[in-house]
């Protein structure tokens, strides 16, 4: 219940603030449009690049835009508030010693996440750039706000879940479910199922977009691995004394 009037809170929010989000979400296209030129966003040569625009096709999609992109940003925005109440329905399974890891633990997801989506949010306008270039000679760009928006919401998602995975790793490590040494000893196969991972899950698809996701993934893994290793060496010296 407080997951879900937090997230009613932040979706009403961006209600409040709709067209600021929406052009925030809107700036690297924008951007692109101004670096490469109108022509290059279906414009005229003369035309301002500031003024390119989305289109919809439906009576109704102005309106379904508006409520699907306060929903995303209400989950957004109260991420800690899920992620708390998502910890405290694991702590009655975890161990008095463990449970004092929770403030880490939700800090270090929503900042991960949140990098996540920096990244997602920046690499936007090199993916559009690399789609439209590949989209083929006579073929002008005009998206749709509900088809731009999905792949905002499914970049940002994809970047912030990758970028979380490590949170996840360092859990199990502290269970005692894995060891540092068998997730060090994988490293091979651990880059090759994380590019593989970020290939499923970059919506896009494009190699400027794999290449922003799968790097940090794999530099997060060998940091996971190491918090791993130091904590267990923590809990060694306190065993020993």
Known sequence: IRAGLAIMAGTILVVAFYDRVMRWLTAPYVDLC???GPEFC???ADADPHDVSLVILDPIEGFATRLKVSFY???ILALPVVLW???KFVVPALHKH???YAVSFVMSTVVLFAAGGYVAYWSLDKALEFLI???GDGINPTFQVQAYVRLVTLMVAAFGIGFTIPVLLVFLQMLGVVRPATLLGAWRYAIVLTVLIAAMITPSGDPISLAALAVPMTVLYFVAIL???LFQR?????DAS
């Open 133 to 135: 270039d590949w989209a």
């Open 42 to 44: 279906g414009l005229p």
């Open 34 to 36: 101004v670096r490469r």
């Open 73 to 75: 940003g209400g989950i």
């Open 234 to 238: 923590r809990r060694a010296r306190a």
């Open 98 to 100: 463990e449970r004092r």
């Open 85 to 87: 109440q998502l910890w």
């Open 227 to 229: 918090i791993g290793w």
